[in-house]
């Protein structure tokens, strides 16, 4: 079965350190999105992306949040510099192009900060 | 107020209890209704979609959607204690890029 891959599954660092997340959706899956979850929290949107461009980066923190999908299949999620609130799941999820909200999620990367 | 609200649990129920999930929303515009499921630790899993109003069955499960009263429901029958999860329900209005809202979730425990 299809599955969406994540790495590393759990990551602990320093504050001030820099940290980076992979993603690779689904095969043939245009649309690639990374959420950040919080212990207890639903879900939050941080970037989409369709083929290679961001649709949407509203949410995400640019001044140390950075997100790219060079190739238009795989994606890498940036913090530089991680600070102790970043501390959550970050889940990437990827959808068809004729998607209508279903999307398919990977695992998560734990991310613990110090 | 946030757009999908969700009671955070957690519920707690017998094996073979008859479970009743909820939320509410406040955009109107939403019209493709989903539920997923997240075991601890792992990502969520898409377990019901349904568009517009109506109920949807699969299985022990059935999502309704009332959106007169913008509030959804996912019922599972026969609850066993492998349906012990965290239920998110999520929604997206048609156009535009369909990203979906997700609600807090529900923390659910089914015991034997």
């Known amino acids: 079965e299809a599955e969406v891959a994540q790495s590393p599954r759990y990551k602990i660092t320093e504050k001030s350190q820099a940290v980076a997340f992979w993603c690779d959706p689904i095969s043939g899956h245009a649309t690639l999105y990374w959420y950040r979850q919080i212990l207890g929290q639903g879900p939050e949107l941080l970037v989409q992306f369709q083929d290679e461009s961001v649709v949407d980066d509203s949410q995400l923190p640019k001044d140390r949040f950075s997100a790219e999908r060079l190739k238009g299949v795989d994606s890498t999620l940036k913090i530089q510099p991680a600070e102790l609130g970043d501390s959550a799941m970050y889940l990437c999820a990827s959808s068809s192009r004729s998607n209508t909200g279903e999307l398919f999620f990977g695992e998560g990367s734990r991310l613990t900060v110090l | 107020q946030k757009e999908v609200e969700q009671d955070p649990g957690p519920l707690s129920v017998p094996e073979g209890a008859i479970v009743s999930l909820n939320c509410t929303y406040s955009n109107s515009a939403f019209q493709y209704f989903m539920w997923y499921r997240q075991y601890s630790r792992k990502g969520p899993e898409l377990l019901m979609y349904t568009y517009s109003s109506g109920n949807k069955e699969d299985g022990r499960f059935t999502a309704q959607v009332d959106k007169s009263s913008k509030y959804i429901s996912l019922f599972i029958r026969d609850s066993q204690p492998s349906d012990s999860a965290t239920y998110l329900c999520?929604?997206?209005?048609?156009?535009?890029?369909?990203?979906?809202?997700f609600g807090r979730g529900t923390s659910l425990i089914v015991h034997p």
């Open positions: 999520a929604m997206s209005e048609p156009g535009g890029s369909y990203i979906p809202t």
